[in-house]
């Protein structure tokens, strides 16, 4: 049996970060500036990064495999991703909302 996840071209990949911002599953992994991996292991290959990455070095390849035998570690990733991005939204909005209250009262004065 077959799975298709992605790959990332080392040579091209200039570390921008956005292929991990946009994927789902937290499959990617990598700092800033430095190149990017996918963990074949979490990947669903939803094909999600590819679009986004500009140097164009996602690549869809396909390895031996069972979606059931990562199916528990990509639900888990999927919910931790998603309340992190909760999290970070909640505390910018309120970082917004205590700068315009902030504005506001400087005009009435
Ligand atoms: S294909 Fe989907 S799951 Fe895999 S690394 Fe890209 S966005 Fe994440
Ligand atoms: S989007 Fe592309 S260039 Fe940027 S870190 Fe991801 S793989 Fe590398």
Redesign the pocket.
Known sequence: MTRRVVF?KEDN???????IKKCPFDSII?TENFV?RVNFNECTGCKLCIP????D??KVISIDGDKKDITEKILFNFQRKKARVSRVEKRTESIINSQIDKILANEQK
């Not at 986004?52 to 140097?55: H, V």
């Open positions: 990332i990949c200039i570390g921008c970060q956005i292929c990598g990017h986004m990455c500009p140097t070095c996602i």
